[in-house]
């Protein structure tokens, strides 16, 4: 979703800034390894767990619940999270357990499934639709919500954050161009999502929390 929503108008300008450069895209859900595979940049949602790749955070974006308004017409509004159990809700796939949980408060709710799905940008057009509740990252549903489609359920709770990530090998004769299309991406960021970019290399880019 990242990719269909964000990076094709990024490369497409990147490559009209750098004529010179040729670009290879792949969007996929499986695991890739930068060094076997010869790729420049893994862009990764969650923690890497490969030591012997340069990871470089891109962004923190809070998950937070949505409903379409005629749903919390039709179903009523929950107050705490307890309530999500008479509420048909929207999962996808990353949903461990089928489980949604908070850290606060501190609980983990195994919510009704009305759709399951693995794909988290047709979990939010089912939303919109009046399909039930969704749990995904703030910047999928933004659009909505500014259009008064989708509204936030929960407002004062807090679920776990969505961590993306971007991976490369430390190869010198990459890190021109790698570094170059890292910088254009977090400045695209801070422009078209209105986030925060720190000077600090290392530092995590923080979506706003509504």
Known sequence: EFGQLFLGSVVGEFVRRYPTLQVEVELTTRVVDPVEEGVDIAIQLGRPQDSSLVARPMLLSPRQLFASPAYLEQYGIPQRPEDLVRHRCIHTLGDEGRKWHFHEPSVSIAVPQGVTVNNITFAREAAVAGGGIINVPSFIAQ??????????????????????????????????KVKAFIDYMMEQLEERLNVRVEPNDEALVKLPNS
């Open 143 to 176: 659009p909505q919500v500014a259009e008064g489609k989708l509204v936030r359920v929960l407002e004062h709770c807090v679920l776990p954050s969505t961590e993306l990530y971007a991976l490369y090998p430390s190869r010198r004769f990459q890190v021109m």
